[in-house]
């Protein structure tokens, strides 16, 4: 069986595909977050919001740079990466 991080990196792969024939766009910004999120939940097996005001997203803006990034889609977008990512 494959490391955690490596089933983690999988996933989000998958996740990032669905979202695209979904016809979502991520900016290279929200990338950015997004593969930092990730990095979050293979070491941590989850994210919550308050992750986001802890290091490394605090060097980047924590939680209100995230809003203004993803908006009122964060909390789902957290849901559905600590689904997608950690199952």
């Not at 989000?12 to 910004?29: D, I, N, Q, S």
Request: net charge negative; proline share 6%.
């Amino acid at each position: 069986l494959a490391p955690f991080a490596e089933s983690v990196s999988e996933r989000f792969k998958e996740w990032l595909g669905a979202k695209a024939r979904a016809g979502v766009a991520f900016t290279p910004e929200q990338l950015a977050w997004l593969n930092l999120i990730r990095d979050h939940i293979a070491t941590s097996l989850s994210i919550e919001p308050e992750d986001l005001d802890l290091s490394p997203f605090n060097q980047r803006g924590g939680l209100g740079k995230a809003h203004q990034l993803f908006g009122e889609q964060l909390p789902g977008l957290l849901d559905e990466l600590n689904e997608a990512l950690a199952a």
